[in-house]
């Protein structure tokens, strides 16, 4: 083994691969790398990033990240979705690295909604499960899918009759569609199914661009009448649970012992995600549930269960992953770093927990990164206002200068700091910690020596707050000029 762990996170482009990022770029005996089939964010953030893999079940798959494996001598591969645990647990055998999280049967289990009910259901933890809409209100969703698509909460018989079969008028009554959702243009027939579609062999809608991912998860594009609708084998029913939500993150030793079992609330959504969140204390209850769901099914590191409080108030079980959350990060918060400890577990070290006692609460948005085609050597920065903002240090630019500094860059302050106030530029940078040795040059200028008459143009950039000064170096070197709110777009956020 190599003396750093080579560690692949696939795919790499959406919320928790960043969280994997997050939690492994740093670690000093971990080479991270990311790869994904469709390019989304990823290459904003792994230094070492592979793009554009085939599909995983297209022809010619294992053979391209097995040859990502070998030129990168990746010792394990984390999964990011549930459908990529499960096809690359199924296919370890064939795959050069070892797969993290679980054999193929937990893999399966916790994909499938209804294995999962149906390995539970001898546990006052596992919902009620209806064959028939005998009772109101009910849950339906997706034996596969992920992040609440296509499930829906059925009041009444008016709102999806004939066990989830079509409404009144045609329209598949679990996709949530009303009339005025279908498009103008389509001319549905009277029982529902659109004239002139020319379905294809497979039953997709010829001419509308759409493939099988495209299909909602209850429709099954293969049968030969599109008007079936819903597929109820494919959808779980159980009851209503209307109280308070947790997600439970867990992380299982090499051993199968269950080290760590971390609840953290889900207060805000967006896109299925918890965007807004908070650790919870650990109950003897959510315990419990723990304990049983590691000691049925199979796990290997990091893996997260979800609850819901029914109308009692008694936990019931949603659903079983075996990858990372991206809201995982509220238990790195705590000083437990799920995905690092799982990377250890992994390659068969020994591992144990440790938890900082307090609670941590995270929100989030989004968050701008950019890649532009600007290339610099020399970068010529302001002092008052610019770097030093008030009495304090703007930390962003602190940032992008000791990025320069990684990236061998030259910096020259270029400041009249002495003309406008009473002490020296050495004075202000030592009342602020800043060393003089960030700075290749310090040049101070009087009030009447205009700044672009001090910078070689060949391959800079100058920084600075004031307009004046900017409009000057612009119009005379013709050189890419920012304020201080645009020192973001050249920061690189990949490590």
């Not at 599909?55 to 984390?78: C, H, P, Q, T």
């Not at 034996?143 to 609440?148: C, L, N, T, W």
């Not at 967006?270 to 109950?283: A, D, H, K, M």
Request: hydrophobic share 40%.
């Amino acid at each position: 083994m190599n003396e750093k762990i080579g560690v692949l996170v696939f795919p790499a482009g959406e919320i928790n691969s960043i969280e994997l990022h997050d939690a492994l770029s740093d670690c000093v005996n971990i080479r991270l790398y990311g790869a994904s089939s469709v390019d989304r964010h990823g290459g904003f953030v792994f230094e070492h990033y592979i793009g554009a893999l085939p599909f995983m079940r297209e022809e010619g798959f294992v053979e391209s990240i097995n040859k990502v494996i070998s030129e990168n001598a990746i010792d394990l591969i984390i999964p990011t979705h549930d459908d990529a645990v499960l096809f690359l647990t199924e296919n370890q055998n064939r795959l050069n690295a070892k797969v993290l999280g679980c054999g193929a049967e937990t893999a399966g289990i916790c994909r499938d909604k209804k294995r999962t009910y149906e390995l539970f259901y001898d546990c006052d933890f596992c919902p009620k499960i209806f064959t028939k809409l005998e009772r109101f209100p009910v849950f339906a969703k997706p034996r596969k899918g992920q992040g609440g698509a296509g499930s829906r909460l059925i009041h009444s018989a008016d709102d999806i009759p004939s066990g989830l079969g079509l409404s009144a008028d045609g329209i598949p009554a679990g996709l949530g569609l009303s009339d005025d959702d279908i498009p103008a243009g389509l001319g549905l027939s009277a029982d529902g199914i659109p004239s002139g579609l020319d379905l294809s062999a497979d039953g997709i809608p010829a001419g509308l661009g759409l493939s099988a991912d495209d299909i909602p998860a209850g429709l099954d594009p293969a049968v030969d009448d599109i008007t079936t609708g819903l597929d109820p084998a494919e959808y779980v029913i159980c009851e209503y649970l209307p109280g308070e939500e947790l997600t439970v993150d867990c992380f299982t030793d090499k051993n199968g012992r269950l080290q760590a079992v971390l609840p953290r609330s889900r207060q805000r959504i967006f896109g299925g995600v918890s965007v807004r969140g908070q650790n919870e204390p650990l109950t003897s209850d959510i315990e419990r549930i723990a304990d049983t769901i590691n000691s049925r099914l199979r796990f290997l590191g990091l893996w997260y269960f979800q609850i819901k409080r029914d109308s009692c108030g008694d936990f019931k079980l949603l659903e079983i992953s075996a990858r990372c959350a991206g809201t995982m990060c509220l238990s790195r918060a705590l000083g437990v770093n799920l995905p690092l400890l799982s990377v250890y577990a992994a390659m068969g070290r020994e591992t144990e927990v440790l938890k900082n006692n307090y609670k941590a609460t995270v929100d989030r948005t989004l968050i701008s990164r950019y890649r532009t085609d600007l290339r610099y050597e020399s970068v010529y920065i302001d002092l008052d206002d610019t770097i030093i903002r008030g009495s304090l240090v703007n930390l962003q630019i602190i940032r992008f200068l000791y990025q320069c500094v990684n990236k061998g860059k030259h910096i020259i302050l270029v400041t009249r700091h002495c003309t406008d106030h009473g002490d020296s530029v050495s004075e202000v940078l030592k009342r602020h910690k800043i060393s003089s040795d960030l700075f290749d040059e310090i040049i101070e200028l009087d009030a009447e020596t205009p700044k672009y008459t001090v910078i070689e143009p060949r391959s800079a950039i100058f920084i600075d707050n004031a307009y004046a000064e900017r409009k000057a170096v612009y119009k005379k070197l013709d050189i890419p000029v920012f304020d201080v709110d645009g020192v973001e777009v050249l920061l690189d956020w990949r490590t």
